[in-house]
């Protein structure tokens, strides 16, 4: 079935470091692609998404490209703050109709001033 | 706005007695959801409803009822609480499957 493998964590960083956490997917078909991030105490809100492949997905500069040769769409942002610690997830449409996100395990990001 | 709620935010009872956790979305999606989140972050669906209607059960104890009202609301009764059920719960809703899906803030259920 789909599934979606995700660098577990947690991954700690200083302010301003380059963060990279991997994502790597299996599915039939070409599905959209996703990133959530869930902040403390809070649900989960979509950070960015790519719906074919090639497509890069960027917000809040965080950039992530939908890679179909490596089935990959690994997430990263070139400046980290300490208001980026978060879980972050990456999340595929599955089942017969799609109506369902899989999601892999989640990194738990931290970031130190 | 809140854009999907639900409540309580916190749920603590004992084990054996029944509960509801009420979901409502504003958004006019059609589609809603139930996700349980287990205490290493991992979230599992549970439920997928389109149009009212149940569209999947994720291999989910029949002590978990959800019920859906109308199109904005989804709630999930849950029967004869045990241990393994403290939890995440979250709904969610979207404007149709291979959609981006709207969380809400998530229920605590912790069981004693």
């Known amino acids: 079935g789909d599934s979606v493998t995700q660098m577990e964590g947690p991954v700690t960083l200083s302010e301003e470091a380059f963060l990279t956490i991997n994502c790597t997917y299996t599915a039939t078909g070409y599905p959209s692609l996703f990133w959530y991030v869930q902040y403390p105490g809070e649900g989960l809100q979509l950070l960015l998404k790519?719906?074919?492949?090639?497509d890069k997905g960027s917000n809040k500069g965080f950039e992530a490209t939908y890679r179909k040769e490596t089935t990959s769409f690994h997430l990263e942002k070139g400046s980290v703050q300490v208001s980026d610690s978060a879980v972050y997830f990456c999340a595929l449409p599955s089942g017969g109709s799609n109506y369902k996100l899989t999601f892999g395990k989640g990194t738990l990001l931290t970031v130190n001033p | 706005d809140t854009a999907v709620s639900q409540t309580p935010k916190y749920l603590v009872t004992q084990m054996g007695n029944d509960k509801s956790i009420k979901c409502e979305q504003n958004?006019?999606?059609?589609?809603m959801y139930w996700y349980k989140q287990d205490s290493k972050k991992f979230l599992k669906i549970m439920f997928s409803?389109?149009?009212?209607?149940?569209?999947i059960n994720e291999t989910v104890p029949n002590r978990f009822s959800p019920k859906s009202p109308d199109k904005a609301h989804l709630n999930l009764h849950i029967n004869s609480l045990e241990l393994g059920d403290s939890a995440v719960y979250f709904c969610?809703?979207?404007?149709?499957?291979?959609?981006?899906?709207?969380f809400g803030d998530g229920t605590r259920l912790s069981i004693l």
């Open positions: 969610a809703s979207s404007r149709g499957f291979n959609q981006p899906q709207h």
């Open positions: 958004l006019g999606h059609d589609t």
């Open positions: 790519a719906t074919k492949a090639d």
């Open positions: 409803y389109n149009n009212k209607e149940l569209i």
